[in-house]
């Protein structure tokens, strides 16, 4: 029979004694999803290249919470650096609950104009097109997920034997860039990566689960417009960004998002055991008035 207890938040969304890893935590929508799982008792620790910047984030926001923030740097575009975050985490710990791949970069943007002749086009798009941009946004976008991905499986596989009723689980950060017809003023590098990290996920959460056999899920979040280092530009002292709330009064929501709503989606994706193989867009409404 079903207790009333299982409908009951904290039973739900119940987080505390978990332990999470979150890759460009330090700022933006990494540190949102720290922030979620940490507040509600989750031991987590913050992975980014710059250790300064994760201290901030962590003697900000990691003060008088349930859980933890735990400064960790580490370089995830190389094979090597993400063998010692799975390395430094077995060590400490005896599984990996909750791995958010978040950490990611953007692309320039090179915009086609309206009326522009193809030579006019080609001029712009290829000429401005530069090889190297696109090796580094793959690797960081794509790449990098998957290494970690498979890297740390043992452990995540670890946390579904230990923890009843709970199965590892990896969360990542795609983006609705990926799922858009336009290029968004032309950021082709970045948008296809998206894209591409959106299949990953979905190639992951099969190849884990129904190939393997694994108890371990995979989903993916796909943000729109939060307030981040790449959307604002820069962040404060405290590691936080800042978006005015008429700055997208042109969504359905008539704002960007803010911290509560990364928040419910980070949750919801570490909580839910019957969830797996999905990518969920956290938008207000982008996709609906964009157009797929």
Known sequence: ??????????????????????????????????????????KVYIVGRTQEKLEAASHHHGKDIAGEIIP????????EGIQKLVQEIESREKCLCILVNNAGIASDKNPTEEGQSADE???NLFNSANMEEWNSVYTSNVIAPYMM????????????DIH????GTIIN???ISGMLRITQGGQFPYNTSKAAFIHLNKLLASEIAASAGLKIRVNAIAP?????????????????SRMPKEA????????????????????????????NGQNIAVDGGYLIKAGQ
């Open 173 to 175: 950060i795609t983006s």
């Open 164 to 167: 009843h009723g709970f199965s």
């Open 224 to 240: 729109g417009i939060f307030p981040s280092e790449m959307t604002t530009e820069g962040s404060g002292e405290d590691q936080k």
């Open 72 to 79: 960790l740097s580490g370089d995830v575009t190389k094979k």
């Open 1 to 42: 029979m079903s207790s009333e207890n299982h409908f009951h938040l904290e039973d739900v969304f119940n987080v505390k004694g978990k332990v999470a890893l979150v890759t460009g935590g330090g700022s933006g929508i990494g540190l949102m999803a720290a922030q979620a799982l940490a507040c509600n008792g989750a």
């Open 121 to 123: 086009i080609s001029k």
């Open 149 to 160: 991905a498979t890297a740390f499986l043992p452990l995540l596989q670890r946390a579904t």
């Open 248 to 275: 997208r009064g042109e969504l359905p929501s008539g704002r960007p998002g803010n911290e509560r709503d990364m928040a419910a989606a980070v949750l919801f994706a570490a909580c839910c055991q019957y969830l």
